[in-house]
T-cell receptor, first 109, second 115 residues
Framework: GQNIDQPTEMTATEGAIVQINCTYQ??????LFWYQQHAGEAPTFLSY??LDGLEEKGRFSSFLSRSKGYSYLLLKELQMKDSASYLC??????????WGAGTKLIIKP | NAGVTQTPKFRILKIGQSMTLQCAQD?????MYWYRQDPGMGLKLIYY???????DKGEVPNGYNVSRSTTEDFPLRLELAAPSQTSVYFC??????????????FGEGSRLTVL
């Protein structure tokens, strides 16, 4: 079967750094997406990785290791507005998106 | 530029009733999707479409129907509503090229309760 694993919930402090992990087992791989979803709102796109390595975009970075079936989203200089759920999604060999259940990130002052 | 527009935002249905969730996008995207999201769960794909006139089942299609007569519109029909269909429904669209689905743009969501 196809599976995406993410921690259910994480807590971090404003101004700190947090790393949200995502491991996947899918039928093939054609890229990995990260989305942010604030409570009661729709998901919005954060990043896309298809090759191994780190992609940096402002305070957010995303890392991929295809050989390990692993990705992480790194959030720096945390702000209260970063409190949200972070969804990991993998595009399988049929270009279907497989979604993780999401990680709820709680930021404390 | 409105993006993806979904209506209604909230709806309460009685068991056995039917309804249609409307979705429209103005970005000329070829791919459109309907997802449902239950509390604490990931997004589950109900149906998707790769272009006008073409629709395909996703992971959880039972109890739903779709049509894609135009590039812009992708309505989701619920027939004989059941309590198990209580959920938040998201419509999304993307421009797909070279196979990759691309960045998904989501509507604001429709919260449906079946009593």
């Amino acid at each position: 079967g196809q599976n995406i694993d993410q921690p259910t919930e994480m807590t971090a402090t404003e101004g700190a750094i947090v790393q949200i992990n995502c491991t996947y087992q899918t039928s093939g791989f054609n890229g990995l997406f990260w989305y942010q979803q604030h409570a009661g709102e729709a998901p919005t796109f954060l990043s896309y990785n298809v090759l191994d390595g780190l992609e940096e975009k402002g305070r957010f970075s995303s890392f991929l290791s295809r050989s390990k079936g692993y990705s992480y989203l790194l959030l720096k200089e945390l702000q209260m507005k970063d409190s949200a759920s972070y969804l990991c999604a993998v595009q399988d060999s049929n270009y279907q998106l497989i979604w993780g259940a999401g990680t709820k990130l709680i930021i404390k002052p | 530029n409105a993006g993806v527009t979904q209506t209604p935002k909230f709806r309460i249905l009685k068991i056995g009733q039917s309804m249609t969730l409307q979705c429209a996008q103005d970005m000329n995207h070829n791919y459109m999707y309907w997802y449902r999201q239950d509390p604490g769960m990931g997004l589950k794909l109900i149906y998707y479409s790769v272009g006008a006139g073409i629709t395909d089942k996703g992971e959880v299609p039972n109890g739903y129907n779709v049509s894609r007569s135009t590039t812009e519109d992708f309505p989701l029909r619920l027939e004989l509503a059941a309590p198990s269909q209580t959920s938040v429904y998201f419509c999304a669209s993307s421009y797909s090229s070279s196979g990759s689905v691309g960045e998904l743009f989501f509507g604001e969501g429709s919260r449906l309760t079946v009593l």
